[in-house]
């Protein structure tokens, strides 16, 4: 077996480089609920091209980081495929948290694909590896390996999308930094070199390994920059909106009203003003706007704020939904489930499902609102069937 030893400023520099694109991938992922489902697509695939290259540059530098005392060489077709496959999985992670209600286990779930997806990656990347050795594995390299990745990426995505601003970003992009590189150099540690039986001479490379590994960490870099030049600007979107159940409650749509009400520190300072002119407030565009209650279909919570369903599209209200509650004061108003507000007067239909019940909302969709265990007879009895 060849001895191994690491080149310590191109270890730093992997280290960084996934830092750096873990943060643009996490990113350029975060505002996208309240985007159309067409318009999703594009923003997860950028992302999916910085973190899914941002993990092969890592992987790419880290194994130039690699000094054994023979020549070797890279197999381009296995090279370019392990790229793919990270940007691939990554992909599929991302797509996987923003079509449909985000729960705890589709965090899980996305963890999973790119852990996965790392590790496919790393172990691609290391058969392209030829020319005057033989790599080889050890069991016990993809068992840690893939648990390393696995966990620490179900932790990333936990620690960025349970709160959706800068620093919870950064901070779920350092732990699944970390965790790529861990990954890497813990599969390494199990990775054995072997000297081939006949010596092969490739010549002299083009590029030493520290420029080559300078020229991906800077090409990293710079494209990870632009990507971040052209991210949804934070303030655009509430951090807390989140997409509302696929087949349930349908995916945003942008409101079209141009008028506006005022300055927003105004506005939000006067829930009063709201509950005598029967109306909630909404942000969009950096603006407060109002919507009539009587057009108002359903209200569901989102962590301190709620969202609010007229019937067409989703619009965020920087009220809890205990405010929100308070101000409606009953009326038409009735509280479904823990999370849901609905108008009595917008239902068209009630419907049981086993042990599950769901008011139907007059719109042009099939849109169900949940109706908890012990609030069944109140709702019925609000409806006229009881």
Request: charged residues 15%; contains cysteine.
């Amino acid at each position: 077996m060849l001895p191994v030893s690491y080149d310590p400023l191109l270890v730093t520099a992997s280290i960084l480089v996934a830092i750096m694109a873990s943060f643009t991938g996490l990113r350029l992922a975060s505002g996208l609920s309240v985007l159309r489902p067409a318009a999703r697509k594009p923003e997860i695939a950028r992302a999916a091209i910085a973190l899914g290259g941002g993990i092969w540059s890592m992987h790419f530098i880290g194994m130039l980081a690699v000094e054994v005392p023979v020549q070797i060489r890279y197999d381009a077709l296995s090279t370019l495929g392990s790229a793919l496959v990270a940007m691939l999985i990554t992909g599929v992670a991302f797509a996987n948290l923003h079509f449909g209600q985000r729960t705890t286990q589709r965090v899980v779930l996305s963890g999973v694909l790119m852990g996965l997806g790392i590790v496919t990656m790393h172990f691609l990347g290391m058969s392209a590896i030829g020319g005057n050795c033989v790599v080889s594995f050890v069991l016990a390299g993809y068992l840690i390996s893939a648990g390393i990745a696995i966990l620490s990426s179900i932790c990333a995505l936990w620690l960025a999308y349970k709160k959706r601003d800068l620093p919870q970003i950064a901070l779920g992009a350092v732990v699944l930094g970390i965790a790529i590189s861990g990954m890497h150099y813990s599969a390494m540690i199990y990775t054995n070199f072997d000297l081939t039986a006949e010596i092969v001479f490739l010549g002299k490379p083009a590029l030493t390994d520290g420029t080559l590994a300078l020229a991906v960490a800077v090409a990293t870099f710079v494209i990870c920059g632009v990507f971040l030049l052209t991210a949804i600007p934070t303030d655009r979107f509430p951090p807390a909106l989140v997409s509302m159940p696929q087949g349930r409650i349908a995916e945003s749509t942008l409101p079209s009203d141009p008028a506006r009400f005022g300055s927003r520190d105004q506005e939000l300072a006067m829930p009063e003003r709201a509950k005598q002119a029967e109306r909630l407030p909404y942000e969009i565009n950096n603006s407060t706007r109002f919507i009539p209650i009587d057009n108002v279909s359903a209200v569901r919570a989102d962590g301190h704020y709620t969202l609010i369903l007229d019937g067409e599209k989703e619009l965020f209200c920087p009220w809890s939904i205990s405010k929100v509650e308070e101000v409606l004061d009953g009326g038409s108003f009735l509280r479904t489930h823990r999370s849901f507000l609905v108008n009595m007067k917008r239902v068209h239909g009630f419907h049981r499902a086993g042990d599950k019940a769901f008011c139907l909302i007059d719109t042009d969709r099939a849109v169900e609102i949940p109706v908890s265990r012990k609030r069944v007879l109140e709702v019925q009895k609000a409806l006229g069937l009881k």
